[in-house]
């Protein structure tokens, strides 16, 4: 509660002048934390899609649910719900240092993997606004999502109508929908905070799939959203000292572990180090 309470009075302080105007009360916060809780938002206007599952897709929870990877995505799910006993852990980043190290594959396989053997009700998001990897992975082209609720009149669009529940899954898909000019925008702002908080209150899990963090300042803000922040490593991809500062520069990482990937192949859209501006040496 004591980090929805600080992510709202730091949106709201800025919402309303930024550092210059006048401090909040410690009472405000409050209310604005009690108004984003008793607005519970309907997902009834949520959509429905069916997920695209074919053999290279390699979303092993739906494919070859009895093969070892699957096997490894349950382990990693009992780790979570074990991690729930002892400390606030409901909503989730999936990340990486860098690009082409398998977090879109995880962020898939391990909402499903939620979704199916635990009962829960999952919510997953394209947390990557810059360049969206996880609709494509599912097989479901490009949905409008994020994007185009960001552009539409706040007082009039309710984010529910670009849910779409997968299958017959408990789960629940929010994609990144068409680019906006400056996605960190999005994140940092009051509007989506406070939506994003009244959303993951209807879900018994939420993962986000978000940007590599040396890439661009997603992760980042994420960090400032979610309970905790699962890193991937690929080994031979994973530079040891990209890692190092990439942990280095969230603010508050909340750090619920790591994944290490070997795979041969990695998300199934890749970044490019151009695009990013990273140094891979």
């Not at 969230?250 to 151009?274: I, R, W």
Request: aromatic fraction near 6%; glycine fraction near 8%; avoid cysteine.
């Amino acid at each position: 509660m004591s980090r929805l309470y600080e992510t709202l009075r730091r949106m709201e302080q800025q919402r309303r002048g930024g550092v210059n105007s006048v401090p909040l009360s410690p009472v405000q916060p409050l209310e604005l934390l009690s108004n984003v809780l008793a607005q519970p938002m309907d997902i009834e206007g949520a959509g429905t899609a069916t997920i695209d599952a074919g053999p290279k897709s390699r979303l092993v929870s739906l494919t070859d649910p009895r093969g070892l990877g699957a096997e490894k995505f349950r382990a990693l799910v009992t780790r979570l719900e074990s991690q729930r006993k002892t400390r606030e852990l409901k909503s989730v980043q999936i990340t990486s240092a860098v690009s082409n190290e398998g977090k879109t594959l995880v962020s898939g396989n391990l909402a499903v993997t939620m979704a199916k053997h635990t009962g829960s009700k999952v919510l997953v998001v394209e947390g990557d606004l810059h360049r969206p990897a996880l609709a494509s992975l599912f097989g479901l082209g490009r949905p409008a999502g994020i994007g185009q609720w960001w552009t539409a009149r706040e007082d009039q669009e309710k984010i529910s109508r670009y849910l779409y529940r997968l299958n017959d899954l408990p789960l629940w898909f929010l994609g990144a929908g068409a680019m906006t000019d400056q996605p960190s925008h999005v994140l940092q702002s009051a509007r989506f905070a406070e939506t994003f908080t009244r959303l993951a209150s209807l879900f018994d899990w939420v993962v986000v799939d978000s940007a590599p963090i040396l890439a661009v300042v997603d992760a980042n803000l994420w960090s400032r959203m979610v309970d905790g922040t699962l890193v991937v490593v690929r080994e031979g991809v994973t530079p040891i000292r990209a890692l190092e500062q990439s942990l280095e520069s969230l603010d508050n990482p909340k750090l619920a572990g790591m994944v290490l990937n070997e795979a041969s192949e990695s998300d199934s859209t890749s970044y490019t180090d151009q695009y990013y501006g990273l140094n891979r040496s």
